[in-house]
């Protein structure tokens, strides 16, 4: 699934004894102090980031837990005598591009009535209320830092619900708004399997290209391929638009194709239009061969997923292995 908008964590500016509240924070909350700079690095929309103590010599401390849940806390336990003062900072969206974010944040400043800022301005916003929209070219559903993150934002005083799911109606258009001369890519996956596991590949195949938000997927079904001149052989095929080039989603299937080490247990051949994207046309002599490319790759597609996804591709592939008993004879690589 592309993740194109979702919010950021929320931030709030607590005045008093700066010493006593992280100490009271350490009794019940998952926290982390980094500089102003990074403390946004790896959290996600479920966090709080507290701006601790006065103008001019703040701390800066996450929080794995919401605003409301921190304050009832307080509350409860009598803790609220050193806290002097406190202040909700706007909220903020996060928007993923591909190529040229300007075109996007500018049609979003004109449509929204915001004004266009600079990230680093962001602390000194005064309002309350409204939100900072910021834009990256990284995928939403990993963790992200300051760096990645472009050096505009744009500020629109509006509710945070209410622009969220204004710009979740319009993402998709202005997504395609930042690609600029770039197209979407009509690819097709073509699967064989000499064991005929084809449900468990297609399950493991989709959910990785879901993880990896390769692109969109479109369609399935059996179709029709030719070891050789008049003989047909039965495949099932995945197909998708994706905004990448095709020898990036050629990358990602060729370490889906290898288990642990340089054991090979399927073949994902991939067809733009109807020109097939070897092996070769990827590496470009970087690794002898294709195992030693597939052990490569395949560290490389497990770097850029979660642990709890690593563990579902790893149950799945488990299930494959399991499962080496040939069922139909003309369902085999070529």
Known sequence: MLSIVRSGPRVVRMEGNVSEILCWLEGGFSFSESPKERVFDGI?????????????????????????????AMLTEGACSMIKSVRRLPRSILFRVHGDYRPVMEEIAEDFGGRISSLESIWDWDSDSGVI???TPKSLARPLTMGDMEKDVVLVSMPHETLRTRLRRRAMYLFNRSMEKAEWRQLEIRIYDAFGRYGLHVERLTKALDDLELGLLVGEGWGKDYAHILMPVSVYCIRLFSFFDAKVVKKALVG???????????DFDLYETKRKISWTDVVAGA??????MGAAMREEVRAMLEPDQIEELDRLEAKILACAEPSRGEKRWH
């Open 44 to 72: 996600g929309e479920d966090s709080t980031v507290l701006v601790l103590g006065e103008r001019g010599c703040e701390r800066y401390v996450a929080v794995d837990s919401f605003p409301d849940v921190i304050l009832a």
């Open 287 to 292: 690794y002898p061969d294709r195992n030693s």
């Open 256 to 266: 889906l194709e290898y288990v642990e080490g340089t054991d090979r247990f399927a």
């Open 133 to 135: 929209i910021s834009f």
